[in-house]
């Protein structure tokens, strides 16, 4: 196994660990669905909605379909009346596709262009990781991430962070305090407080 192997398998550990840092907070949802969360206009159950149809769209893309074979099928509440049960079924279907022999060197189709997949897997992992603290932040759990995933990321999204911005995609960056510890300066990165609450 070459080098090139090594990290492949690294990005995939690190991607299922960040899945299951979102996955492994909603069964302590409880009776908080409509809580608000530090995403402007979310509730609890629009940002679980949202990870599970990122989890719906990652097989597909990654077998190789665009998104107009995908199409809408994944459009409105994926929910239902078990939303614990959605997620952990859409997060173990998407890990499995990205755990596949040679699923991180293929090309994806997405939204703004045919992108390789290992950086679509960062952006998924970068995803899952900020909205497992914005989910903690909602419904009071612990929200202490993993910090081997936030060393991870953190260069990863340095590198990215001011186009992201620029787009949209984050808020302005919040001052820190110097002295800040890894999370809250990635948190920041990412347009949060780390001292957010409802």
């Keep these: 196994m070459d080098v090139n ?4 398998m690294d990005l995939v550990d690190l991607y299922q660990r960040a899945c299951r840092e979102f996955a492994g907070r909603v069964p302590a949802v409880g009776d ?4 608000p969360t530090p995403c402007a206009g979310w509730d609890v159950r629009t940002l679980v909605n949202h990870i599970v149809y990122e989890d ?13 074979e995908v199409g809408d099928r994944f459009e409105g ?7 614990v049960g959605a997620c952990k079924d859409a997060v173990e279907e998407a890990m499995a596709s990205v755990s596949g022999p040679g699923a991180l060197d293929r090309t994806v189709h997405l939204s703004f262009g045919e992108t390789p997949a290992e950086e679509y897997v960062w952006q998924l992992l970068a995803d899952h990781l900020i909205h497992a603290w914005d989910l903690a ?20 999204f340095a590198e ?17 305090d110097a002295g800040a510890d ?11 407080r780390a001292d957010w609450s409802a």
């Design 5 to 8: 192997d090594n990290a492949a």
């Design 182 to 192: 890894p999370q809250t300066l990635l948190l920041a990165a990412f347009g949060r």
């Design 77 to 83: 509440d994926l929910l239902g009346n078990d939303p």
């Design 160 to 176: 990215r962070e001011d186009l992201y911005r620029a787009g949209g995609v984050v808020g302005p960056r919040p001052p820190t």
């Design 56 to 68: 719906r769209w990652t097989a597909p893309l990654m077998d190789g379909q665009t998104i107009a």
């Design 137 to 156: 932040r909602a419904i009071g759990a612990d929200d202490r991430l993993d910090p081997e995933l936030v060393a991870a990321c953190t260069p990863w």
């Design 32 to 35: 908080q669905w409509d809580s």
